[in-house]
């Protein structure tokens, strides 16, 4: 009875600080004429193994945090959890951030399911309803369906538009999802936010939507990446030379290509291995035979996911980072790689040239014969290498989350109504 006691304690301790925190915004508007509003956010991908938009997300929101903006920020996914479901993660931040989640304990008195389903459908928008929300910010395409009605104006983040230039690259679940949700979300946003230059050109070009409504802003360098950052340890088993490649291992991410390349660089004596980092993805068939049929086959090793803290010792390992991508919208790990002193070898083409800039080795991702080469020209000159390295870690230290940051503030600022108090775009 006790652990029954207490959860139903902490739910009405909730809803308390629910009717606190609206007083002090009237009060703070209605007394003080100071700017005060909150925005509800989707955190959903931290709920999940987390990859580039869970950490686009956990990064900016931290950065959010920690300035003093006028608004508050309501962090939403599932508000009750049910006993076997995963507790809920650390937030990334605590000064102006609050996140309701309540787990139902084991020993529950009434049953479960049933009052999970209750204070789903009922307790959970009714929450939301009473945090007055003035926005909803939603960082990856669109706000999942249980945060779209909380919040009088729609901000999203737009992270590229792969289901409508290359939609045979996409999973079709994924694709049919995007195909009807997204439209939606754009036609429905006050503001729109696009990660790169090229991703807004693609949402001008592929979908019609209007420059005016978009700002770019472009990701930052997540701190355990940077220069001087202590590190994890890697992973065991490592060759004691490779290249490395980290992405969902999927078509768009151009893998068989790179195993294509790695056969021409070993039969040109190249004696290290190949480590892929990540997780498998969808029409993998392709890619699993073209790493089966290596010549090399012992030399390629294959990681899975790879928990935050370990990558940065795997970028310093490696000779190169191989990141040929068909299409980014922005390219997280060429930033971590520049950032550790690895070269990348990298596209010319889609978002890729926009964050390497002058530090990155650009390649036709169509031919392994281009990658292989280019990684072979990389091998034979420890200047050129060396100089990569100098240009890669000035060239990361200069996409900062702060600013981006600051940049995203004011475009919630706009979408709540008040007048732009600083830069409301950051492009490096």
Same mark, same amino acid.
């Given at each position: 009875?006790?652990? /029954?006691?207490?959860?139903?304690?902490?739910?009405?301790?909730?809803?308390?600080?629910?009717?606190?925190?609206?007083?002090?915004?009237?009060? #703070?508007?209605?007394?003080?004429?100071?700017?005060?509003?909150?925005?509800?956010?989707?955190?959903?991908?931290?709920?999940? $193994?987390?990859?580039?938009?869970?950490?686009?997300?956990?990064?900016?929101?931290?950065?959010?945090?920690? *300035?003093?903006?006028?608004?508050?920020?309501?962090?939403?996914? &599932?508000?009750?959890?049910? %006993?076997?479901?995963?507790? %809920? @993660?650390?937030? %990334?931040?605590?000064?102006?951030?609050?996140?309701?989640? =309540?787990?139902?304990?084991?020993? +529950?008195?009434?049953?479960?399911?049933? /009052?999970?389903?209750?204070?789903?459908?009922?307790?959970?928008?009714?929450?939301?309803?009473?945090?007055?929300?003035?926005?909803?910010?939603?960082?990856?395409? +669109?706000? &999942? #369906?249980?945060?779209?009605?909380?919040?009088?104006?729609?901000?999203? /983040?737009?992270?590229?538009?792969?289901?409508?230039?290359?939609?045979?690259?996409?999973?079709?679940?994924?694709?049919?999802?995007?195909?009807?949700? *997204?439209?939606?979300?754009?036609?429905?946003?006050?503001?729109?936010?696009?990660?790169?230059?090229?991703?807004?050109?693609?949402?001008?070009?592929?979908?019609?939507?209007?420059?005016?409504?978009?700002?770019?802003? =472009?990701?930052?360098?997540?701190?355990?990446?940077?220069?001087?950052?202590?590190?994890?340890?890697?992973?065991?088993? *490592? @060759?004691?030379?490779?290249?490395?490649?980290?992405?969902?291992?999927?078509?768009? $991410?151009?893998?068989?290509?790179?195993?294509?390349?790695?056969?021409?660089?070993?039969?040109?004596?190249?004696?290290?291995?190949?480590?892929?980092?990540?997780?498998?993805?969808? =029409?993998?068939?392709?890619?699993?035979?073209?790493?089966?049929?290596?010549?090399?086959?012992?030399?390629?090793?294959?990681?899975?996911?790879?928990?935050?803290?370990? *990558? %940065?010792?795997?970028?310093?390992?490696?000779?190169?980072?191989?990141?040929?991508?068909?299409?980014?919208? +922005?390219?997280?790990?060429?930033?971590?790689?520049?950032?550790?002193?690895?070269?990348?070898?990298?596209?010319?083409?889609?978002?890729?040239?926009?964050?390497?800039?002058?530090?990155?080795?650009?390649?036709?991702?169509?031919?392994?014969?281009?990658?292989?080469?280019?990684?072979?020209?990389?091998?034979?000159?420890?200047?050129?290498?060396?100089?990569?390295?100098?240009?890669?870690?000035?060239?990361?230290? #200069?996409?900062?989350?702060?600013?981006?940051?600051?940049?995203? /503030?004011?475009?919630?600022?706009?979408?709540?109504?008040?007048?732009?108090?600083?830069?409301?775009?950051?492009?490096?």
């Amino acid at each position: 009875m006790y652990p /029954t006691i207490l959860f139903f304690a902490h739910l009405f301790r909730d809803l308390a600080g629910t009717f606190l925190a609206r007083w002090r915004r009237f009060y #703070r508007r209605a007394v003080f004429g100071e700017e005060a509003a909150a925005i509800a956010i989707d955190i959903f991908p931290f709920f999940e $193994k987390m990859t580039g938009v869970g950490w686009y997300e956990w990064n900016l929101l931290a950065a959010m945090d920690r *300035l003093d903006s006028g608004l508050e920020f309501n962090l939403y996914a &599932h508000t009750f959890l049910a %006993p076997d479901e995963p507790a %809920p @993660p650390a937030m %990334p931040g605590s000064r102006h951030m609050r996140a309701r989640v =309540h787990q139902i304990p084991a020993r +529950f008195w009434l049953p479960v399911r049933p /009052t999970l389903a209750l204070l789903r459908t009922f307790a959970e928008p009714l929450l939301r309803w009473l945090d007055g929300n003035d926005a909803v910010f939603a960082p990856n395409f +669109f706000p &999942h #369906r249980t945060q779209a009605p909380w919040g009088q104006s729609l901000v999203i /983040t737009v992270h590229d538009l792969a289901f409508a230039v290359m939609p045979e690259t996409v999973a079709p679940e994924t694709l049919a999802e995007l195909a009807r949700r *997204l439209p939606r979300a754009l036609f429905a946003s006050e503001r729109i936010i696009a990660v790169s230059e090229a991703t807004r050109q693609d949402l001008i070009a592929h979908l019609g939507v209007s420059p005016r409504r978009i700002h770019v802003i =472009h990701e930052g360098l997540d701190p355990r990446f940077a220069a001087g950052a202590a590190g994890g340890e890697p992973p065991a088993g *490592l @060759p004691e030379r490779y290249m490395l490649v980290v992405s969902t291992i999927e078509p768009r $991410k151009n893998v068989a290509a790179v195993v294509r390349a790695f056969n021409l660089l070993a039969d040109w004596g190249y004696r290290g291995g190949l480590v892929l980092v990540g997780r498998w993805g969808w =029409h993998t068939g392709g890619i699993r035979a073209e790493i089966d049929a290596s010549p090399v086959r012992d030399r390629i090793v294959h990681l899975d996911y790879v928990e935050r803290d370990a *990558l %940065p010792a795997l970028y310093r390992g490696a000779d190169a980072l191989l990141f040929p991508s068909l299409m980014e919208g +922005f390219g997280l790990p060429i930033l971590e790689a520049m950032a550790c002193g690895t070269p990348v070898v990298t596209s010319g083409q889609s978002a890729m040239p926009e964050v390497a800039g002058p530090a990155g080795i650009y390649v036709d991702p169509t031919r392994p014969q281009s990658i292989a080469s280019a990684v072979e020209a990389l091998l034979s000159d420890e200047q050129h290498r060396a100089r990569l390295a100098e240009l890669g870690r000035a060239r990361a230290s #200069r996409f900062d989350w702060e600013r981006a940051a600051a940049a995203t /503030t004011q475009v919630l600022r706009q979408a709540v109504g008040w007048a732009p108090g600083g830069d409301d775009e950051y492009r490096v």
